[in-house]
């Protein structure tokens, strides 16, 4: 990891998504979770606040230091137990049908090799246990899809690998998880901000 994924993407990561509109769908997404969550991605922990009360213990994939650090004032007011279990989603070092629940907000379009990513998230969820997702990623309009295209190289270079044209929903149903629920729309913003403003919030069962 280079200096500026290192040291500068995660402030800009966690200034982007504090805002009202991400908080909400943060809150959205964390809602159902259950017992023994898996977050990979887990940055500064922005959505440790919204976890219910049904979760018991979060276990957190995260590469960055310096995000970890960034979570310990919300690891300390969190009721959950937290444990950091691992640095990368690609490989993960839980058993087979380790969790009731994966959790992955704003990572999948990160992560270099998502299809790798998301089958270790099939393996280690349980027989009917859920992925909850919120990402942004390939919009429907092919103009839109156009100026992502153009964009993608730059945007992966200044935003710590981060993709614009990942198709969540593909991904997921791609892996052979079975989709529950997709929630998928621009965010609110001006015209020029669409090809990052594409979001998808999904929910899909492990069959
Ligand atoms: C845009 S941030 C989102 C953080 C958090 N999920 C949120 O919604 O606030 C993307 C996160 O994915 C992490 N990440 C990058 N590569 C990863 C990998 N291979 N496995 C797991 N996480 C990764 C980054 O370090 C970063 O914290």
């Known amino acids: 990891m280079g200096w500026w994924t290192e040291r500068v993407v995660p402030r800009c990561t966690e200034r982007t998504l504090s805002n009202e509109t991400v908080e909400k769908l943060h809150r959205e997404v964390c809602a159902g979770l259950t017992g023994r969550v898996l977050e990979v991605g887990f940055g500064s922990g922005l959505n440790l606040p919204f976890y219910p009360s049904t979760v018991t213990s979060v276990d957190a994939v995260e590469p960055s230091d310096l995000a970890w650090e960034m979570s310990t004032d919300r690891r ?21 049908a380790t969790y009731d629940a994966v959790l992955c907000t704003f990572t999948l379009c990160t992560i270099p090799d998502a299809e790798t990513a998301v089958a270790e998230v099939r393996r280690v969820l349980r027989p009917g246990g859920t992925v909850h997702v919120l990402e942004h990623g390939l919009a429907p309009d092919p103009r839109v899809v156009a100026w992502q295209r153009r964009l993608e190289p730059l945007q992966r270079r200044v935003a710590g690998g981060c993709h614009l044209t990942r198709d969540v929903a593909q991904l997921l149903t791609g892996a052979g998880l079975d989709l529950r629920r997709l929630d998928q729309a621009y965010l609110p913003g001006p015209g020029f901000m669409k090809p990052w403003a594409f979001g998808s919030l999904a929910i899909a069962v492990r069959p």
Do not use: F, K, T
């Open 76 to 96: 300390a007011a969190s009721p959950i137990p937290v444990e950091r279990v691992g640095l990368d989603g690609e490989r993960l070092g839980a058993a087979d």
